[in-house]
């Protein structure tokens, strides 16, 4: 069930913790390559966490819900498609062509127990569902109902280092998303395998996608195959945000 929503805190009391202000100017940080727009992006990663600190995204009512259409990739299988990789492709197809039985997560990095889950392992943890806008960086927004497990929660069993600070998604046509370990412990930030009550469609991310409520929709991966946590934070280069000019911190 939906936890209760709670308005943005416009606080520093609402810091998911006292730790948290070491985000800013801490050596590892997200690099600027010398550009003020990527010093901007950081300055607005920073300014969000003093003021917004944990403040929940707004959750609406199921009869709110929108069409929503797919974008980007939609099918990491298919050759035509931009991001495609020809391994991952194939394996991708393989496992949907089970009706993904054999898809496994893996968990790593910077975490004491690293490992594999299905998507019945996953399914076991205790679940949330939302009802929340996906706000799409060329300008268009939809209202989607939200099933799966809650990141945080995951990280924990995995046994998440007291040093991480960042959590890097990586999905099978290989586009890489990073955030911030705030971010990966936001109660809304979850792994989606259902959409609208229904078992997550390929076109919007099968078997699992992220939901990264805070963020602008291209931060909410689809098509999870890894999360790597780290204590720095690693640009994945052309697969990522920053050396294709997007933002890597797109809080809204």
């Avoid at 993904?100 to 076991?124: I, K, N, T």
Wanted: proline share 6%.
């Amino acid at each position: 069930m939906s936890q209760p929503i709670l308005p943005r805190r416009a606080l520093i009391g609402g810091l998911a913790s006292a730790g948290t202000l070491g985000l800013a100017g801490c050596s590892g940080d997200p690099p600027t390559y010398g550009s003020l727009l990527r010093m901007g992006d950081n300055l607005t990663w920073r300014a969000h966490r003093l003021l917004f600190g944990r403040g929940l995204a707004r959750e609406y009512d199921k009869s709110e819900i929108t069409s929503i259409v797919a974008i980007g990739t939609t099918d990491p299988a298919n050759a035509m498609e931009p991001a495609f990789d020809p391994d991952q492709g194939d394996a991708y197809d393989r496992l949907r062509h089970g009706a993904f039985a054999d898809w496994r997560l893996e968990v790593a990095g910077s975490v004491a127990r690293p490992g594999f889950y299905s998507l019945a392992d996953l399914q076991r943890l205790p679940a949330r569902t939302q009802v929340t806008k996906h706000t799409c960086e060329e300008g268009w927004s939809a209202i989607a109902q939200w099933t799966g497990t809650p990141l945080g929660l995951l990280l924990k069993a995995s046994g998440v280092k007291p040093t991480a600070r960042f959590v890097n998604l990586h999905a099978y046509d290989m586009l890489v998303e990073t955030i911030d370990i705030v971010d990966a412990f936001h109660p809304q930030t979850i792994l989606a395998y259902a959409m609208n009550g229904r078992d997550l469609p390929v076109q919007h991310g099968a078997p699992l996608r992220a939901r990264v409520e805070t963020q602008l929709g291209y931060k909410s991966l689809k098509f999870l195959r890894r999360i790597v946590v780290t204590d720095r934070f690693e640009d994945p280069g052309k697969r990522g945000d920053i050396q294709n000019g997007w933002s890597w911190y797109a809080g809204i």
